[in-house]
């Protein structure tokens, strides 16, 4: 079956120091990645995607995400945290040959903390 | 433009009553999802409506869930019976077609007492 981990259920750092939230993925075929920041009583953002090209992929507010495929990682990163960075992150997979549509399957997220 | 839109924000009912919550997609997207968020969890697909027909009902956790797109636009998931265990924000996501990236509303937060 598919899934998803995020193997930390919170990331602390400090302002200006680079973060890594880390998430493997467990799928049968080429999966498609995707990243959602949620801020408090607010949906899903969506940050970036993976598709296919080159493994190192850019996203909204500095952050960006590389696949590794035989790791089967897709950690997210961003060189220098913001407070403002702090919420809860999802990483989420869908196969690339899924019948033609995006079922999202998320792991159960992590919280990141940036301190000033 | 305008995003994902769900009402209500909040639903509190009693154990036993019906509810409805409504999603409004973006405007001229033809996939719309539903997703079921518990606390502490990540969110967990419900449904999936590309036009007015549902593709995919396979996350529905029972007979007592349903939902309608009779428009192919609006969208309305119907819990019956309600149950506390139901209590959970509820999801809506669509996207311009079932290939492309899902953008989600603010959700409702339901409370089963």
């Known amino acids: 079956a598919q899934s998803v981990a995020q193997p930390e259920d919170q990331v602390n750092v400090a302002e200006g120091n680079p973060l890594t939230v880390k998430c493997t993925y467990s799928?049968?075929?080429?999966?498609?990645l995707f990243w959602y920041v949620q801020y408090p009583n607010r949906g899903l953002q969506f940050l970036l995607k993976?598709?296919?090209?080159?493994?190192l992929v850019k996203g909204s507010y500095g952050f960006e995400a590389e696949f590794n495929k035989s790791q089967t990682s897709f950690h997210l990163k961003k060189p220098s945290a913001l407070v403002s960075d702090s919420a809860l992150y999802f990483c989420?997979?869908?196969?690339?040959?899924?019948?033609?549509?995006?079922?999202?399957?998320f792991g159960a997220g992590t919280r990141l903390a940036v301190h000033p | 433009g305008a995003g994902v839109s769900q009402t209500p924000s909040n639903k509190v009912t009693e154990k036993g009553k019906y509810v409805e919550l409504r999603c409004d997609p973006i405007?001229?997207?033809?996939?719309l999802y539903w997703y079921r968020q518990s606390l502490g969890q990540g969110p967990e697909f419900l449904i999936y409506?590309?036009?007015?027909?549902?593709?995919?009902d396979s996350g529905l956790p029972n007979d007592r869930f349903f939902a309608v797109r009779p428009e192919g636009s609006v969208s309305t998931l119907k819990i019956q019976r309600t149950e506390r265990g139901d209590s959970a924000v509820y999801l809506c996501a669509s996207s311009l077609s079932g290939q492309e990236t899902q953008y989600f509303g603010p959700g409702t937060r339901l409370l089963v007492l």
């Open positions: 405007s001229g997207h033809t996939a």
């Open positions: 799928v049968s075929g080429n999966p498609y």
């Open positions: 989420a997979v869908i196969l690339s040959d899924a019948g033609g549509y995006n079922k999202l399957i």
């Open positions: 993976y598709i296919t090209g080159d493994n």
């Open positions: 409506f590309q036009g007015t027909g549902a593709a995919d």
